[in-house]
C-alpha cells in the first residue's frame, strides 16, 4: 500500500513568521511531488511542484525534497492570515506514472 | 493551465437515484480524473478517464456504481449510482498537464444524498 503521511495539525504560526509543512511518503521510486493548498469549500490549488533533491523556491514558498530520507517539505515565509488553509503533499507513484496519492492534509492556521 | 469547469457545482438527490456529474476542460488532455473528497478527508481517486478506452477503477469503486465516459479530448462524466447518503461527498474532476506533468482540479460538485 503506497502511503504519504502528514500532521493533520492544526498547525498555528504567528503572521510574518516561517510555516513549515512536512510530508513523508512509502514508494521510494516516487519521481514526483506536489503541494496543494485548499481553502475550506473549494477545491485543490496546485502551489508547488518539484521534481529534483534539494530546494525549489517560488516567492515565499520553498519545496523541499530528500528522497533519500523520502521526505518533502513546504516552507512559507512571512506567513499571512491568507495562508491559513489546509496544504495538501502529493506524490507520484512510480509504478503508475499517472496516479497521485495524496496525504491527508496539514490545517494550517495564522494567527495575526 | 488549462481552464476546468464542472456542473453541477452542487446537488441534494435522493437515494436510489443518479446523478451525472459534467466535467469540462478548454483544451484538449490526455489524461482526466475522477476524485472524492468525503468531509474533512483527503481526496480519493475514483477512476482515470482515458479517451479512447475504458476507464481505470480504483480498488473499491467499480464501474456499476461509478460508470465514466470520456468521449472526446476536452470532456467527461461521471455517474453517481443508487445513491444512498454514504455517496455524499464532493467529487472532483482533474487533469494532468502533459508538459509539466501537474494535475489541476476542477471547483467540484458537493453531492448530498439524503
Known amino acids: 500500500q503506497k502511503e504519504v503521511e502528514q500532521n493533520s495539525g492544526p498547525l498555528s504560526v504567528p503572521e510574518g513568521a516561517i510555516a513549515s509543512l512536512n510530508c513523508t511518503y512509502s514508494?521510494?521510486?516516487?519521481?514526483?511531488f506536489f503541494w496543494y493548498r485548499q481553502y475550506s469549500g473549494k477545491s485543490p490549488e496546485l502551489i508547488m511542484f518539484i521534481y529534483s533533491n534539494g530546494d525549489k523556491e517560488d516567492g515565499r514558498f520553498t519545496a523541499q525534497l530528500n528522497k533519500a530520507s523520502q521526505y518533502v517539505s513546504l516552507l512559507i515565509r512571512d506567513s499571512q492570515p491568507s495562508d491559513s488553509a489546509t496544504y495538501l503533499c502529493a506524490v507520484g507513484i512510480n509504478s503508475s506514472a499517472s496516479k497521485i496519492i495524496f496525504g491527508s492534509g496539514t490545517r494550517l492556521s495564522i494567527r495575526p | 493551465s488549462a481552464v476546468i469547469s464542472q456542473k453541477p457545482s452542487r446537488d441534494i438527490c435522493q437515494r436510489g437515484t443518479s446523478l451525472t456529474i459534467q466535467c469540462q476542460v478548454d483544451s484538449q488532455v490526455t489524461m482526466m480524473f475522477w476524485y472524492r473528497q468525503q468531509p474533512g478527508q483527503s481526496l480519493t481517486l475514483i477512476a482515470t478517464a482515458n479517451q479512447g478506452s475504458e476507464a481505470t477503477y480504483e480498488s473499491g469503486f467499480v464501474i456499476d456504481k461509478f460508470p465514466i465516459s470520456r468521449p472526446n479530448l476536452t470532456f467527461s462524466t461521471l455517474t453517481v449510482s443508487n445513491m444512498s447518503p454514504e455517496d455524499s461527498s464532493i467529487y472532483l474532476c482533474?487533469?494532468?498537464?502533459?508538459?509539466?506533468?501537474?494535475?489541476?482540479f476542477g471547483p467540484g460538485t458537493r453531492l448530498t444524498v439524503l
Open positions: 482533474s487533469y494532468r498537464a502533459p508538459t509539466t506533468d501537474t494535475q489541476y
Open positions: 514508494d521510494r521510486g516516487s519521481q514526483s
